[in-house]
């Protein structure tokens, strides 16, 4: 995982229970900061001297002897706000995947901006996340996965379309160019089961799996997932094959029961919504998608209540691969008893 600390002194926020942050110094604190239900007592200079919002609060506030400030609206919370007020001192604080996001957004609303001062935080995270962040795979998928929380912030700062962009762009890449890590838990690859073929002594050079990055995705919660296909889509650079194999592996994930066409009820209007956006995600291409996959997934529709407009499209495209003939899978299934609940008309559509 990637990292960047920023500053230099030694952090001396300490807790006074836990809903204070007291800032050890000899200096008398002048300002507190009230966020959520934590009171930070800290120092107006450092922080004024980073942050315009600030600047105008305490402007607007009347208290002669102690100014105290109550933030309830920032994003990330009291943590997001200690990582600002700590780069404000000099205080060393470490970034990474997991709070980046929520950093860049709490300075986003302490306007800590170059134009209050230079070098502000705004800036170095901006750095970060385009030369370190958006370069990495695996801190992309964190870094969207954060962002959920951060809404609209993270939106309107693009921070979720450059995770996006970033992660597809990834996905859609030669496979001979694939020089990072990666996750493939489904099969071992050659060199991991040692049956790496060797000619004439030297050991061949690996060879990264088209769908390398399949099973990664798998972590995404369905609104991010759909959003992610869409975009890896909408490149053009991915055979409809290994969109349709994405699809298979997030189903099998997601829909407990999928892979043996029997889907658990629990979270009826959460599986549905899910096995409603598969659908929709599914390739154009004739043949793309085996029939086993659609049939499964014409099954977890029928269970799950889905729309008519769904099935519908499950059938007309199950109807489609019939008639070009490829009916091997759907007498596989047949044989087995997966296809016990459909009308002959369903087949027939």
Same mark, same amino acid.
């Given at each position: 995982?990637?990292?960047?600390?920023?500053?230099?002194?030694?952090? =001396?926020?300490?807790?006074?229970?836990?809903?204070?942050?007291?800032?050890?110094?000899?200096?008398?604190?002048?300002?507190?900061?009230?966020?959520?239900?934590?009171?930070?007592?800290?120092?107006?200079?450092?922080?004024?001297?980073?942050?315009?919002?600030?600047?105008?609060?305490?402007?607007?506030?009347?208290?002669?002897?102690?100014?105290?400030?109550?933030?309830?609206?920032?994003? %990330?919370?009291?943590?997001?706000?200690?990582?600002?007020?700590?780069?404000?001192?000099?205080?060393?604080?470490?970034?990474?995947?997991?709070?980046?996001? /929520?950093?860049?957004?709490?300075?986003?609303?302490?306007?800590?901006?170059?134009?209050?001062?230079?070098?502000?935080?705004?800036?170095?995270?901006?750095?970060?996340?385009?030369?370190?962040?958006?370069?990495?795979?695996?801190?992309?998928?964190?870094?969207?996965?954060?962002?959920?929380?951060?809404?609209?912030?993270?939106?309107?700062?693009?921070? #979720?379309?450059?995770?996006?962009?970033?992660?597809?762009?990834?996905?859609?890449?030669?496979?001979?160019?694939?020089?990072?890590?990666?996750?493939?838990?489904? *099969?071992?690859?050659?060199?991991?089961?040692?049956?790496?073929?060797?000619?004439?002594? #030297?050991?061949?050079?690996?060879?990264?799996?088209?769908?390398?990055?399949?099973?990664?995705?798998?972590?995404?919660?369905?609104?991010?997932?759909? *959003?992610?296909?869409?975009?890896?889509?909408?490149?053009?650079?991915?055979?409809?094959?290994?969109?349709?194999?994405?699809?298979?592996?997030?189903?099998?994930?997601?829909?407990?029961?999928?892979?043996?066409?029997?889907?658990?009820?629990?979270?009826?209007?959460?599986? *549905?919504?899910? /096995?409603?956006?598969?659908?929709?995600?599914?390739?154009?291409?004739?043949?793309?998608?085996?029939?086993?996959?659609?049939?499964?997934?014409?099954?977890?529709?029928?269970?799950?209540?889905?729309?008519?407009?769904?099935?519908?499209?499950?059938?007309? *495209?199950?109807?489609?691969?019939?008639?070009? %003939?490829?009916?091997?899978?759907?007498?596989?299934? /047949?044989?087995? %008893?997966?296809?016990?609940?459909?009308?002959?008309?369903?087949?027939? =559509?």
């Amino acid at each position: 995982m990637k990292f960047m600390k920023l500053g230099s002194k030694p952090d =001396s926020f300490q807790p006074d229970g836990d809903n204070i942050r007291l800032v050890a110094t000899e200096l008398a604190t002048d300002i507190v900061i009230s966020v959520g239900d934590v009171k930070f007592y800290l120092h107006k200079f450092p922080l004024l001297s980073k942050s315009a919002r600030l600047q105008k609060l305490v402007a607007n506030t009347n208290d002669e002897n102690i100014d105290e400030i109550h933030i309830q609206d920032i994003p %990330g919370g009291p943590a997001a706000f200690e990582i600002c007020a700590k780069f404000c001192y000099g205080m060393t604080v470490t970034l990474n995947a997991y709070n980046v996001v /929520a950093a860049r957004c709490a300075a986003e609303y302490l306007e800590m901006y170059e134009t209050v001062e230079k070098g502000n935080l705004i800036y170095k995270i901006e750095v970060f996340l385009n030369s370190s962040i958006f370069r990495s795979w695996k801190d992309s998928i964190i870094v969207l996965q954060t962002t959920k929380s951060l809404l609209p912030w993270a939106e309107e700062l693009k921070l #979720v379309s450059h995770c996006l962009d970033s992660i597809a762009s990834k996905a859609c890449i030669d496979t001979s160019k694939v020089e990072w890590s990666y996750t493939y838990n489904r *099969r071992k690859l050659p060199s991991e089961n040692g049956k790496d073929p060797i000619w004439n002594g #030297v050991r061949k050079p690996q060879t990264v799996p088209k769908d390398w990055w399949v099973e990664d995705l798998c972590e995404l919660q369905i609104d991010l997932y759909r *959003r992610i296909i869409t975009t890896i889509k909408t490149k053009g650079r991915v055979s409809g094959d290994v969109i349709g194999e994405a699809l298979n592996a997030y189903a099998l994930r997601r829909l407990p029961g999928f892979s043996k066409g029997i889907v658990q009820s629990s979270d009826i209007m959460k599986y *549905r919504s899910l /096995a409603e956006a598969i659908v929709w995600l599914l390739p154009t291409e004739k043949g793309s998608v085996p029939c086993t996959f659609m049939l499964r997934l014409l099954r977890a529709a029928f269970l799950l209540e889905c729309g008519e407009m769904e099935k519908n499209e499950l059938m007309k *495209r199950i109807g489609q691969q019939l008639e070009d %003939g490829t009916v091997a899978d759907l007498l596989i299934h /047949a044989s087995a %008893g997966e296809t016990t609940m459909y009308n002959v008309d369903i087949v027939q =559509s």
